[in-house]
């Protein structure tokens, strides 16, 4: 999975904000028995990462389905 994220922050403030979020994901993730690694690149060349280890065993946890969300502008009656 890669998930971008795209703000109008400057570069200063992207260096301030992105430890705090990769610290908020971090925590959130970390509580889930996966292996992951959060990598943030700011605009200024600045890389914060986070990486968690596989727990053995499957992730029992529930599953999720996907499902396209139609915009209502682009929707047809």
Known sequence: MNIRFVSTLTAEDEAHFAPAL???????????PLAYTVRIETTGAQVFQHSHPAVDGHYGGETFDSHTIASPVLAKP
């Open 22 to 32: 990769l610290r908020a994901i971090g925590s959130l993730l970390d509580q889930l």
